[in-house]
């Protein structure tokens, strides 16, 4: 199976299914002499695990990361970093009655058309358990960028969203309620939302806000190597992910080119920042925002129609732990692939130096 690494001087691989033994990854040029924060680390991965709220998959894992190679007396030394993290609590036979049965929107059917063998148990390699090995290699990224702030919220759940531009937002309170909205009142009505859908035993999407800041003016390649389109694809290579815009996004097709542009004042900066951060695929120096849309659910508590591998039409039963809205535990995910990549191209243009 290809396509299990991601980038190209900040190289991240990673391996394993979600009911196997572990879950694990490889991340190659690494800068050497990085002090690493390994408790940092932990916290990325603890904002992502199961079972941390009422409202997410009750699937009880520690998700506790064991580095095994590139790290001597706490500091990076160059070499690969191997990582695991255990699976300690997968119970495969909640996947018994799938084994020749495919799940609407699933990836079931065309990893078996692809592969004609597929891991059935929780997904297998399909499932948003490897994007755990991510976080990991994300929150090492974000310690390689240090002068780089990204932050992630929850900016709308089903037809419930902030209407308030991000400036006026209080970033602090995001980690300070399950669904990690950055608006207190408004994840009160998110959270009432997720769990009215779970009750129902159906699912539901919405979108995470991104910003980054702190992105000096040039970053980024021209013509296929786009800062954007790189930020895109790392985005898009996340499970349920269906959408990216930047800066104004779509709402820009509405607008006049007189009121999209952004004016360049002396200092470099823009007077507005329709553009969000990007120009030419390349930085000038804004703050970079984002909004990413994740589909709902794919498995629901809900009695759907199907195909076996008979082609046969059947009934797909809803059983196992899932998540009804995956939104609250992709935000730390939406951070790590936007670390990775800006790590991946900070160092291919500059060097590890123009981060000390």
């Known amino acids: 199976m290809a396509g299990n690494t991601f980038g190209n001087r900040f190289r991240v691989t990673t391996f394993g299914e979600s009911h196997g033994d572990a879950i694990g990854g490889i991340i190659d ?28 998959t009750q699937r009880k894992e520690a998700d506790e990361v064991r580095f095994m190679s590139g790290i001597f007396e ?77 932050t992630a919220y929850v900016a709308s759940v089903g037809d419930i969203s902030i209407d308030k531009p991000y400036q006026e937002l209080d970033f602090s309170t995001i980690e300070q309620n399950p669904v990690r909205c950055a608006d207190p009142a408004i ?20 979108t995470i ?27 898009l290579g996340i499970n349920a992910v269906k959408g990216v815009e930047f800066g104004r996004g ?50 629901l508590m809900k009695d759907q129609q199907s195909i076996n591998s008979a082609n046969e039409v059947v009934t797909v039963q809803g059983k196992g732990r899932h998540d009804a809205c995956v939104l609250p535990r992709a935000v730390p995910i939406v951070e790590a692939m936007t670390a990775i990549t800006l790590a991946d191209m900070f160092i291919e243009q500059y060097g590890y130096k123009k981060q000390k």
């Open 74 to 150: 706490g500091k990076t030394t160059g070499t690969p970093i191997g990582f695991i993290i255990e699976n300690t609590n997968p119970k495969s036979k909640d996947y018994d009655h799938i084994k020749d049965v495919y799940r609407p929107s699933h990836a079931d059917y065309v990893y078996d058309q692809k592969y004609g063998h597929r891991d059935y148990r929780g997904g297998g390699r399909s499932s948003a358990r490897e994007t755990a090995c991510r976080v990991v290699a994300g929150a090492i990224a974000k310690q390689v960028l240090s002068s780089v702030k990204i």
């Open 250 to 299: 779509f709402a820009g097709t509405t607008m006049r080119g007189s009121e999209h542009n952004d004016v360049i004042l002396p200092d470099g900066k823009t007077a507005t920042n329709n553009a969000g951060g990007i120009v030419g695929g390349i930085s000038n120096g804004m703050d970079i925002y984002f909004r990413v849309a994740f589909k709902p659910t794919a498995t």
């Open 209 to 235: 806000f991104c910003v980054v800041q702190n992105v000096p003016v040039g970053l980024g390649e021209p013509v296929f190597d786009r800062l954007d389109a790189e930020l895109a694809k790392a985005m």
């Open 29 to 56: 040029g690494c800068p050497a002499g990085i002090a690493l924060d390994l408790q940092e680390i932990q916290a990325e991965l603890d904002r992502r695990k199961p079972g941390q709220s009422k409202i997410v």
């Open 187 to 206: 994840a009160i009505q998110m959270e009432e939302l997720i769990k009215a859908v779970k009750k129902d035993g159906d699912s539901i999407g919405g």
